[in-house]
C-alpha cells in the first residue's frame, strides 16, 4: 500500500533558527517525492521535488530536502526560518511504475515561525 | 513554474442547486488534470481523475452522479456539484499534468475553490 506520514502535526520555530518538517514513505519501487506549501485559503504551491541523483534537493524560498532511501524518509529542512514561512506543509509522493498518475499525500504539517 | 486557475475562488448557493468549477492551465497543456477535496485542517483528498477526451476516473467512494466531471481540452476541466447540499461543502482544488516538458512529472494546482452551501 502506498502512504506517506507527517508524524508531527506542528512544528514551532524560532525566526532565523533551522527547521524541519519530517516526512516519511511507503511506496512500492522508487518513487517521485515532492513538497508543497498551502497558505490560508489557497492552493499548494509547489516546492521542490526529488527524481532522481543527487539526495539534496533545492527548491524554492531557500528550502532543501534530503532524500533518504534506507530510511524512506523525504524530511524538509531550511537554515534560517522566516516568519513568512508560517502556513502549511504537504510531503507527496508518487509512483514511477505503479500508481504514476496519482499523488498521495501526507496529512500536513503546520509550521509556526515566531519573531 | 507552470500556472492553473479556477473560477470561482468563492461560491454561495442555495441547497439543491448544481454549481460548477472551472480548472484551466494558462501556459501548457494538460491531458490530465487531478480534483481534490480538502476539509478543514486535514490533508487533500482525490475525488478524481479527469482524462482528455475520455471519461473520469472516479475514486472509491466518490458518486460519479453527484461530482460530473468534464474536461472537453487539454486546457480545461470542469467539476460540476449536482444538487449540492450542506455536507458538500469544502474547498476544492484541482491540479494539472504538465504533459510535456520539463516539468513532466509535477502536479500543478490551482488556487481552491471554497464551496458553501447553504
Known amino acids: 500500500a502506498q502512504s506517506v506520514a507527517q508524524p508531527e502535526d506542528q512544528v514551532n520555530v524560532a525566526e532565523g533558527n533551522p527547521l524541519t518538517v519530517k516526512c516519511t514513505y511507503s511506496?512500492?519501487?522508487?518513487?517521485?517525492l515532492f513538497w508543497y506549501v498551502q497558505y490560508p485559503n489557497r492552493g499548494l504551491q509547489f516546492l521542490l521535488k526529488?527524481?532522481?541523483?543527487?539526495?539534496l534537493v533545492k527548491g524554492s524560498y531557500g528550502f532543501e530536502a534530503e532524500f533518504n532511501k534506507s530510511q524512506t524518509s523525504f524530511h524538509l529542512k531550511k537554515p534560517s526560518a522566516l516568519v513568512s514561512d508560517s502556513a502549511l506543509y504537504f510531503c507527496a509522493v508518487r509512483g514511477r511504475i505503479y500508481n504514476f498518475n496519482k499523488f498521495y499525500f501526507g496529512s500536513g504539517t503546520k509550521l509556526n515561525v515566531k519573531p | 513554474g507552470a500556472v492553473v486557475s479556477q473560477h470561482p475562488s468563492r461560491v454561495i448557493c442555495k441547497s439543491g442547486t448544481s454549481v460548477k468549477i472551472e480548472c484551466r492551465s494558462l501556459d501548457f497543456q494538460a491531458t490530465t488534470m487531478f480534483w481534490y477535496r480538502q476539509f478543514p485542517k486535514q490533508s487533500l483528498m482525490l475525488m478524481a481523475t479527469?482524462?482528455?477526451?475520455?471519461?473520469?476516473?472516479?475514486e472509491q467512494g466518490v458518486e460519479k452522479d453527484k461530482f460530473l466531471i468534464n474536461h472537453a481540452s487539454l486546457t480545461l476541466s470542469t467539476l460540476t456539484v449536482t444538487s449540492a447540499h450542506p455536507e458538500d461543502s469544502s474547498f476544492y482544488i484541482c491540479s494539472a499534468r504538465d504533459s510535456e516538458g520539463q516539468g513532466g512529472e509535477t502536479q500543478y494546482f490551482g488556487p481552491g475553490t471554497r464551496l458553501l452551501v447553504l
Open positions: 479527469s482524462n482528455e477526451g475520455s471519461k473520469a476516473t472516479y
Open positions: 511506496v512500492s519501487g522508487n518513487p517521485y
Open positions: 526529488y527524481i532522481t541523483g543527487d539526495n
